[in-house]
């Protein structure tokens, strides 16, 4: 890889995160000459007009950075000639993904929440604009997995459904998704063409109510038309509870904890 760039601040970020992720790296300013072996250029979008590279990298200021990273594995380690990009999505209030460009998985992470695997979508599209992109979507937990799976049709996105019975491993619950999502993207699914109806049932509702009480220590249950709406995406469990607890919005419960996901059934 290769670090172009006079902002200081893109610089001191980006060279961090390389460092972190133990990928080589060589720091040039706009104009010098390139090697030969840098595989990728990353760099801001005014300066990348004077970078003379077959693939460069601009990083605009706030932009994305799943999107970007998964970018840069790919330059890195996907296979010779390899075309298509597959997304598996392990669905939850915090949905894990993976990407793989033939056999390689050229990125992964954790996202903020549903519609986040939606906007993520967008910003993969921008990266990869000639390329074809295809989503794998686990079925479990069917609130969040309906809001991504509606929300990337809604994009025209191609979406396949893929059973989740033995892709969830057992562990921590970030790796685990990451995992996860590694699992439901290298497993075939089935086609989904129209948006799944969405219901609540009382049993979810019942559980979201069950994790305020987990998330507030025991002093608050949330009311059923505030868990609807967590189910429905339109708040988190986290605002929910601080909402009625009259406090800022947080994502920790007052002892610091991470209140639970209505995905984990404790």
Same mark, same amino acid.
């Given at each position: 890889?290769? +670090?172009?760039?006079?902002?200081?601040?893109?610089?001191?970020?980006?060279?961090?995160? =390389?460092?972190?992720?133990?990928?080589?790296?060589?720091?040039?300013?706009?104009? *010098?000459?390139?090697?030969?072996?840098?595989?990728?250029?990353?760099?801001?979008?005014?300066?990348?007009?004077?970078?003379?590279? &077959?693939?460069? =990298?601009?990083?605009?200021?706030?932009?994305?950075?799943?999107?970007?990273?998964?970018?840069?594995? *790919?330059?890195? +380690?996907?296979?010779?000639?390899?075309?298509? =990009?597959?997304?598996?999505?392990?669905?939850?209030?915090?949905?894990?993904?993976?990407?793989?460009?033939?056999?390689?998985?050229?990125?992964?992470?954790?996202?903020?929440?549903?519609?986040?695997?939606?906007?993520?979508?967008?910003?993969?599209?921008?990266?990869?604009?000639?390329?074809?992109?295809?989503?794998?979507?686990?079925?479990?937990?069917?609130?969040?997995?309906?809001?991504?799976?509606?929300? +990337?049709?809604?994009?025209?996105?191609?979406?396949?459904?893929?059973?989740?019975?033995?892709?969830?491993?057992?562990? @921590?619950?970030?790796?685990? *998704?990451?995992? &996860? &999502?590694?699992?439901? &993207?290298?497993?075939?699914?089935? *086609?989904?063409?129209?948006?799944?109806?969405?219901?609540?049932?009382?049993?979810?509702?019942?559980?979201?109510?069950?994790?305020?009480?987990?998330?507030?220590?025991?002093?608050?249950?949330?009311?059923?038309?505030?868990? @609807?709406?967590? +189910?429905?995406?339109?708040?988190?469990?986290?605002?929910?509870?601080?909402?009625?607890?009259?406090?800022?919005?947080?994502?920790?419960?007052?002892?610091?904890?991470?209140?639970?996901?209505?995905?984990?059934?404790?």
């Amino acid at each position: 890889m290769a +670090l172009v760039t006079r902002d200081s601040s893109l610089y001191s970020e980006i060279a961090g995160a =390389l460092r972190e992720r133990k990928i080589p790296c060589v720091s040039l300013l706009p104009g *010098d000459r390139i090697p030969d072996r840098v595989a990728a250029v990353i760099t801001t979008p005014g300066e990348a007009k004077h970078v003379d590279h &077959a693939r460069v =990298l601009p990083v605009p200021e706030g932009g994305d950075r799943h999107a970007l990273w998964t970018a840069v594995g *790919d330059a890195l +380690l996907a296979p010779a000639g390899a075309r298509e =990009l597959i997304v598996g999505v392990d669905p939850g209030p915090r949905p894990g993904y993976a990407v793989m460009s033939g056999t390689a998985v050229v990125g992964e992470g954790v996202l903020d929440s549903p519609e986040a695997s939606v906007r993520f979508a967008d910003h993969l599209r921008h990266r990869f604009p000639s390329r074809s992109i295809r989503y794998r979507v686990g079925s479990g937990d069917p609130p969040s997995r309906n809001r991504i799976v509606n929300g +990337l049709l809604e994009r025209r996105r191609r979406v396949e459904l893929v059973d989740e019975q033995g892709t969830t491993p057992r562990g @921590h619950r970030r790796p685990r *998704d990451m995992l &996860a &999502a590694r699992r439901i &993207a290298a497993t075939e699914g089935r *086609d989904v063409y129209a948006p799944i109806p969405t219901t609540v049932t009382e049993g979810e509702v019942a559980n979201v109510q069950r994790l305020s009480r987990i998330g507030s220590e025991g002093r608050i249950t949330i009311p059923r038309s505030m868990a @609807h709406r967590v +189910l429905r995406g339109e708040l988190t469990l986290s605002e929910a509870v601080a909402a009625l607890s009259g406090g800022a919005r947080t994502t920790s419960s007052p002892s610091g904890a991470e209140i639970p996901s209505p995905r984990e059934r404790l």
